[in-house]
């Protein structure tokens, strides 16, 4: 759900971000580096939060 919510948070503020600089008629770069860069952010935050998840009950099962 957290991956979901990150996604629409993606495309709804660039969304934003693209019409604001439109209208201020501002340069696209920063906003471009940004959006190739957020994938492999997304990737490496997600790897994480799944990792998280998926063993926080893994101590329960090793002995200490």
């Given at each position: 759900m957290l991956l979901f919510l990150e996604a629409i948070v993606l495309i709804v503020g660039s969304w934003y971000w693209f019409v604001m600089n439109r209208k201020k008629e501002a340069s696209q770069a920063?906003?471009?580096?940004?959006?190739?860069l957020f994938?492999?952010?997304?990737?490496?935050?997600?790897?994480?939060?799944?990792?998280?998840?998926?063993?926080?009950?893994?101590h329960l099962l090793l002995p200490e």
């Open positions: 920063f906003l471009v580096v940004v959006l190739l994938p492999f952010l997304y990737f490496v935050c997600g790897r994480t939060y799944a990792d998280y998840t998926h063993s926080q009950g893994l």
